[in-house]
Nanobody, 121 residues
Framework: QVQLVESGGGLVQAGGSLRLACAASGSIDSIDAMGWYRQAPGKQRDLVASITGGGRITYADSEKGRFTISRDNGKNTVYLQMTSLKPEDTAVYYC???????????????WGQGTQVTVSS
């Protein structure tokens, strides 16, 4: 069974930092893109950052210069280093990944359960 498990969320003061991690496990043939999304209560889930298997990175404009996405292919893990956090960054952060799994054609998208990030003022 494929799982994506996020960790590293918590409560921080404005200006602080957090490092999120998401590890993919289970029966996986390969991993293409991995990314981070966030969703505040009553709002849609929006892209924060993504990284392809080849290292091409995309950030949302509001996160450029503050957040850094990276991955460790040997550990099937994607990270999000967040600095200079603001109250408006408060949300549940979700990991996603496009995976090839045994017995299926093409890529299948998986989501983690989310980790809460709360930034106080």
């Amino acid at each position: 069974q494929v799982q994506l498990v996020e960790s590293g969320g918590g409560l921080v003061q404005a200006g602080g930092s957090l490092r999120l991690a998401c590890a993919a496990s289970g029966s996986i043939d390969s991993i293409d893109a991995m990314g981070w999304y966030r969703q505040a209560p009553g709002k849609q889930r929006d892209l924060v950052a993504s990284i392809t298997g080849g290292g091409r990175i995309t950030y949302a404009d509001s996160e450029k210069g503050r957040f850094t996405i990276s991955r460790d292919n040997g550990k099937n893990t994607v990270y999000l280093q967040m600095t200079s956090l603001k109250p408006e960054d408060t949300a549940v952060y979700y990991c996603n990944a496009d995976l090839r799994v045994p017995g299926r054609l093409g890529w299948k998208t998986f989501w983690g359960q989310g980790t809460q990030v709360t930034v106080s003022s």
